[in-house]
């Protein structure tokens, strides 16, 4: 399979973050996340697997690899007596599992709005006709709503074999599925707009 220097780019960056942070996680004895570090594996590996059928422009390689790095950044790097992700942006409202806007909930939207991103993505290249269509719009908006829901199962599972996860609550569940949601409608809006107006 030939590679593009491109590719090769974000694959180093993604690799080396990757090990750094698992390096970090079994230094602290965060095994919570060493179990995300397993599922990142599989997701480049699905990525590379994939790559010359989907032809995923550079800045998407990009997008899923910045992903990658703030989910890691979000349980390894420690904030306030916690870890990045409880720190609060911006309070806009809400206290406890409740309170908005949390650095873990900005991940969400933006990770699931990238996830609707590549899924259009592959939607139009394999099935051109669609583009511009609603079904081009909403099928990806749903998958990434979807693939959130399977994250959240992914956390699930966390939760049930490790013990001392910082997970959260159903607050934190239905929290995480409404931000998935958000940043999957905001990734299609701003798709079908640039798209018209280019």
């Known amino acids: 399979m030939q590679i593009k220097s491109r590719e090769w780019a974000v694959f180093w960056f993604t690799i080396t973050y990757v090990a750094g942070f698992t390096i970090w996680f079994f230094s602290r004895g965060n095994y919570e996340f060493i179990w995300y570090v397993l599922t990142m594996m599989g997701m480049i590996a699905l990525a590379a697997l994939g790559l010359r059928k989907a032809e995923f422009p550079a800045a998407l390689l990009w997008a899923l690899s910045l992903w990658g790095l703030a989910h890691m950044a979000g349980g390894g790097v420690p904030v306030g007596g916690s870890v990045l992700y409880n720190w609060m942006i911006w309070h806009v409202g809400g206290e406890g599992e409740l309170a908005i806007l949390k650095y873990d909930q900005a991940v969400h939207a933006y990770g699931f709005g990238v996830t609707a991103w590549m899924l259009w993505h592959l939607m139009v290249r394999h099935y051109p006709a669609t ?50 949601a958000a940043g999957a409608i905001v990734a299609v809006v701003t798709i079908a707009l640039v798209r018209r107006f280019r």
């Open 131 to 180: 583009e511009g269509s609603w079904t081009a719009l909403t099928y990806p908006a749903f998958g990434a709503m979807g693939l959130g829901a399977l994250n959240e199962i992914i956390e699930f599972i966390a939760v049930l074999g490790i013990p001392d996860t910082n997970v959260g609550g159903y607050y934190n569940t239905g929290l995480d599925l409404v931000f998935n």
